[in-house]
């Protein structure tokens, strides 16, 4: 017996194709097994697989289907609030100078600190509603707000019971190197993450990345290097926060280590793009951190006129309060120049890529892709980015069931 049919539905959006997104109007999908088994014309499908047949039919008459967000780059794990930094930042003071004032990442890690196992899962649970109220369903989060080898593996334990837990699917990241704690020097601190952290990390066999901050005034290439190869040697596969604030060489650093990603990028140079395409690494573009902090938005147009498959993510954190990925495409289209259809698939299946996921075709609904998808109250997805400042989730299904529902 089919495990749900979806039908009527005004378009449905399929994923990659050779011109842009492969889209079916009037469509239908069936889905067993958790998995996409059909997807086409409705008359096509509905007889194949009957409606009355199915364990769950769906009439999605008016309504756009789209495959569930992949967001690819989030800190959502946190414990503490930020929001007069936010009033700070509108008077002119800068991320920067409030980093060197001990707020920033260092004030949120204190708070992490302080925070309990149990706190901590309560707060990220609540966060993980409102992603999948949205419609993410598959969510990197990092560790970071440790900087220490017990607090860094509690939170780590605290993305798996979470992810043990929630519908959406949790991708973990390490990320020890994210700031400098106070009282220690930058070098005695990478030493501490390779000889410490990272043999902790890897006993406890959860982290599948390792990420660091590559930025000036935190850590230089040189060390973000020695990080990442370490990281490497413990099993974990490195991702890199790059060219943020200044072009310092992350990118590079990216390319030269084979990193799934290279996320921010808002410097990034020509000749950056160009060695990430030529090693494969996933670009992530996070306009909602050029939005929070009033920067310069990172040139998407740059890297897709030069063929280059990029991802769309949240960066949802203490200072990017945002978990809305329909937010994060509207800001694609609106601010990086990004078609409807090129943001819609950065945040779905180049999400996936900058996972190492894609292979499963995560971020589409072809044929064998995991039935992870959501129905919108708009009949295309070019009301995601036009209808911005609302979100047109309606119903949203992991594996063919629904786990978040509007109707």
Do not use: W
């Amino acid at each position: 017996m089919t495990q749900t049919i979806i039908y009527e539905a005004s378009e449905i959006v399929v994923g990659p194709g050779e011109n842009g997104l492969d889209r079916v109007d009037g469509g239908a999908i069936a889905v067993e097994d958790g998995t996409v088994a059909a997807v086409g014309p409705t008359e096509e499908i509905t007889r194949a697989y009957p409606p009355e047949n199915a364990v769950r039919a769906i009439d999605a008459s008016g309504q756009a289907v789209i495959p569930g967000f992949v967001d690819s780059h989030t800190h959502a794990l946190f414990a503490g609030d930020r929001s007069d930094e936010f009033e700070a930042k509108l008077r002119g003071v800068s991320y920067q100078e409030i980093l060197d004032e001990g707020g920033g990442i260092l004030r949120t890690v204190q708070a992490t600190r302080n925070a309990s196992e149990a706190e901590l899962l309560d707060r990220l649970l609540g966060q993980l509603d409102a992603m999948l109220a949205h419609g993410t369903t598959t969510v990197e989060i990092k560790s970071g707000y440790g900087l220490d080898s017990e607090t860094e593996l509690r939170m780590l334990s605290v993305i798996k019971r979470a992810d043990d837990t929630h519908p959406v699917d949790i991708v973990p990241a390490y990320m020890g190197a994210h700031a400098v704690p106070e009282g220690r020097t930058t070098d005695d601190y990478v030493k501490a993450v390779v000889t410490e952290q990272l043999p902790a990390v890897e006993r406890q066999g959860i982290a599948e990345f390792c990420d660091v901050f590559c930025e000036e005034g935190v850590f230089d290439v040189e060390q973000s290097r020695r990080v990442l190869t370490a990281g490497a040697e413990h099993g974990l596969t490195p991702k890199v926060h790059a060219e943020e604030f200044v072009r310092l060489g992350g990118a590079q650093l990216a390319a030269e280590l084979g990193a799934t990603s290279a996320d921010h990028l808002l410097h990034a140079e020509q000749v950056d793009i160009d060695a990430l395409n030529a090693s494969g690494v996933t670009p992530v573009l996070l306009p909602g951190t050029a939005f929070s902090l009033g920067a310069e938005y990172a040139d998407a147009r740059a890297f897709i006129d030069r063929g280059a498959s990029v991802a769309l993510a949240s960066d949802f954190n203490p200072n990017c309060h945002s978990p809305s990925m329909g937010f994060a495409v509207a800001l694609g289209c609106l601010e990086m120049e990004m078609t409807p259809a090129e943001a819609l698939g950065a945040a779905t299946h180049g999400g996936a890529s900058a996972l190492n996921r894609s292979d499963s075709g995560l971020g589409t609904l072809h044929p064998g892709a995991p039935a992870d998808l959501c129905l919108i109250d708009a009949p295309s997805h070019v009301h995601i980015p036009y209808t911005f400042g609302i979100n047109l989730v309606d119903t949203v299904l992991k594996a063919g069931e629904v786990v978040s529902d509007g109707r």
